[in-house]
């Protein structure tokens, strides 16, 4: 009876464990959504193959256990390399810019967002999935005079773009046929320095590949600071 359990369960492990490691074989967008689940896929196989093990005792778990160390260690590594170091303090303007997802359907709570945002205090902000604020554009408008978004430069409330200072060159772009106008770009001058702007809304894990791949043209005709 054990060896069949074994087999069996080393087999669905294997598979687990393949599956957390796709990026070593193919690195593509549509494998996007098991990159992101790498560590728990990792963790989670580390603790079978140790259950396993003891109640099996097949050498093969072992190597199991070792290969889903390894795939957690190397997802934890991972994160550190997008994280921006730590830069040194310059002369200069603070800019403040906040980026927020409202939510499509979230129209219970979208104007104490409204409310939110307004009195935020930051110079720039991207809303995602921003439905829900049509009915208070007007009181944002107070805060935040230019907009791009809702009626301005598109029809869709899907990307919106509130700045307190005047939005040059404003324009939205379509990354894909599955969603249109989720990117938009446009320049402010704060302090006498000009900014370029550049929001991107990409919903899912799995079209983040595509999104960021067609995203590189646009965003590299577009001088420094971004």
């Known amino acids: 009876m054990k060896t069949p359990l074994t087999c069996i369960f080393s087999v669905l492990l294997t598979l687990f464990l393949f599956a957390g490691s796709l990026r070593y074989v193919r690195d593509h967008w549509l494998f996007s959504f098991t990159y992101s689940f790498q560590l728990h896929i990792g963790i989670v196989g580390a603790l079978a193959a140790i259950v396993l093990f003891v109640v099996l005792r097949s050498r093969y778990l072992l190597f199991l256990f070792v290969w889903a160390i390894a795939i957690t260690a190397h997802a934890a590594v991972l994160r550190y390399e997008f994280v921006a170091p730590a830069s040194e ?5 603070p800019f403040k810019l906040i980026s927020f997802n409202v939510l499509g359907e979230n129209y219970r709570n979208g104007k104490s967002i409204a409310e939110f945002l307004s009195n935020s205090g930051a110079d720039v902000i991207y809303v995602m999935e921003g439905r829900p604020l049509a009915p208070y554009l007007s009181r944002i408008a107070k805060t935040y005079p230019y907009r791009m978004g809702c009626r301005v430069d598109t029809e869709t409330c899907d990307l919106l773009v509130f700045s307190k200072y005047p939005l040059e060159g404003a324009k939205f772009i379509t990354l894909s046929d599955l969603r249109r106008d989720r990117m938009a770009v446009a320049r402010v001058t704060v302090h006498d320095t000009t900014i370029n702007l550049v929001a991107l ?6 079209q983040v590949g595509v999104g960021w791949f067609l995203a590189q043209s646009p965003l590299g005709v577009l001088q420094l600071p971004i």
Do not use: I
Not at 89 to 93: D, F, K, P, R, W
Not at 201 to 206: C, M
């Open 89 to 93: 303090n310059v002369a200069g303007q």
């Open 201 to 206: 809304h990409v919903t899912k894990p799995s």
